[in-house]
């Protein structure tokens, strides 16, 4: 479990010392593991000529540390410094010394020195930067970005927000990111995750005594994360596993309700019904005569259902707008469990004060959550972890805030996913999502379990699709079926 927490950058720079102290370990052999552990990680790549660029902090120490291991391997090793006439200090410094004393050189960064090698490795800026990148670093960092060659960051792709996962102006462009003692939070979610690339995780032998000391910003999930939800009993029947109202889909805009309403029917609901516009039931129908579908007597389909998905092609005029109002001011009145997205979530943003929010799950992306907390989207992006946060205090809810390591968070813990892809990325997955987390609640599990547990059967399904067949050209309904293998 421990491996699975994540910390901001001053967690980690405020507590490894004490960390190392009381595993017994001295800073300059905490940075050599550092290098040995990279020097590993290094292995991976089978490079015939590694360029190592450093800069001047702790990760330059460690960065000549796995170059000296790499020269010690017999390997053609290149390093050179962004500043080379800058001197390092502390434990950088005894790193530096040990390279020179293996007869190793510092070179000025050059072109040619790129041209020449195969693997870059990055140790030019680690977790200390707040700023926009320095000319002479961003210079250095578009070329390698151009070069297209593999690059192994050390801690931290050079120019990545530790905390936000944001470039600072520019950032590395990773295959592989080694990050020490704690999982920086910015490296799990949204750029700073495509950033960093196959994220590894070495504590250096000093992590129980951090995790003690340290208090994490969240946990990160996958699909191993849970316990399936076991067999059933042999006398349960259909209104044992839950009965499902999903509510949406106006004129032109059936299909959205569609997906959800047969994704949670695949993932498990005992009975799934469907509220839709007039024009829309035939549609809904056609071909699923599992769904009950119905335009009149919302009331009555709400008093029938254990809970409640509304949003997917919902729209925004008078038809919307009053089947919005009827099914929170139910759901409010009777504390219903409620799963809000799509235009849902935009009548919400319009409307937040008039309402007060029980047992519900917000399922919105960047640009909903946007207009939910009256931001941009880049205000939202900048920082996912906060407004995250931010969303589910502000509604009362949980807040899951879809996108690369998307985000769950109850106003007191934070989660973020490990799996899903760029194969997820299209038009009428989330309606997918919604469905499954409906599905989830139906069959008893709580608020936060089924917001979690929905969230990563629908990524590793993205997963699994994506390794199949590809990630271009998946449609939202390829995963029903790989969501009910891995239900079962």
């Not at 905490?30 to 450093?54: C, I, K, P, S, Y």
């Not at 946990?219 to 067999?231: C, D, P, Q, R």
């Amino acid at each position: 479990m421990l491996n699975k927490l994540i910390f901001t950058a001053k967690e980690v720079r405020d507590n490894e010392a004490l960390a190392a102290k009381n595993s017994h370990c001295e800073l300059f052999t905490l940075m050599q593991r550092a290098g040995h552990a990279a020097f590993n990680a290094w292995q991976d790549f089978n490079a015939e000529h590694t360029l190592v660029v450093v800069g001047h902090g702790n990760n330059a120490g460690d960065a000549y540390i796995t170059a000296s291991l790499i020269k010690q391997a017999g390997k053609r090793v290149t390093l050179c410094a962004v500043n080379p006439k800058k001197a390092l200090t502390g434990d950088a410094a005894k790193a530096f010394k040990l390279w020179r004393d293996e007869g190793g050189e510092v070179n000025a960064y050059t072109s040619e020195l790129l041209n020449r090698s195969d693997l870059i490795i990055d140790a030019m800026l680690g977790t200390g930067i707040t700023s926009s990148v320095r000319d002479n670093f961003a210079k250095i960092i578009n070329e390698i970005n151009a070069s297209n060659k593999p690059v192994l960051s050390i801690d931290v792709p050079s120019g990545i927000s530790a905390d936000t996962g944001q470039p600072l102006g520019i950032a590395i462009q990773a295959s592989k990111t080694i990050t020490f003692v704690g999982i920086k939070q910015g490296l799990t979610t949204a750029i700073g995750k495509q950033h960093c690339g196959e994220l590894i995780f070495d504590d250096l032998n000093i992590g129980p005594a951090f995790f003690e000391l340290a208090t994490s910003s969240g946990t990160l999930i996958n699909i191993k994360s849970f316990k399936k939800l076991g067999a059933r009993n042999l006398n349960s029947h259909k209104g044992t596993h839950g009965k499902l109202l999903c509510v949406g889909g106006n004129e032109g805009t059936a299909g959205a309700i569609r997906l959800s309403s047969e994704a949670a029917l695949r993932a498990g609901a005992g009975m799934v019904k469907v509220y839709t516009h007039s024009s829309s039931v035939v549609p809904v129908s056609i071909g699923r005569p599992e769904l009950m579908v119905t335009s009149t007597n919302l009331k009555e389909a709400l008093e029938w259902a254990s809970c409640v998905v509304i949003g997917p092609g919902l729209g925004q005029d008078e038809w919307a707008q009053k089947t919005f109002e009827e099914v929170i001011y139910y759901c409010q009145t009777n504390n219903m469990p409620l799963v809000i997205d799509a235009d849902a979530l935009n009548l919400l943003a319009k409307q937040a004060s008039s309402y007060t929010l029980k047992q519900c799950v917000l399922t919105p992306h960047p640009g909903e959550a946007s207009r939910l907390l009256s931001k941009t989207i880049v205000d939202v992006e900048s920082n996912r972890f906060e407004n995250a946060r931010l969303c589910a205090k502000r509604y009362n809810a949980t807040c899951v805030l879809k996108g690369a390591g998307t985000l769950i968070d109850n106003a007191e813990n934070t989660w973020v996913c490990k799996d899903g892809n760029a194969a997820l990325a299209v038009g009428g997955s989330g309606d997918v999502l919604t469905g499954i987390i409906g599905a989830l609640l139906a069959q008893g599990l709580n608020i936060d379990e089924a917001a979690r547990y929905g969230v990563t059967l629908h990524a590793k399904a993205g997963d699994i699709a994506s390794e199949r067949d590809g990630q271009r050209g998946m449609l939202p309904s390829d995963l029903f079926s790989i969501v009910r293998q891995l239900l079962n």
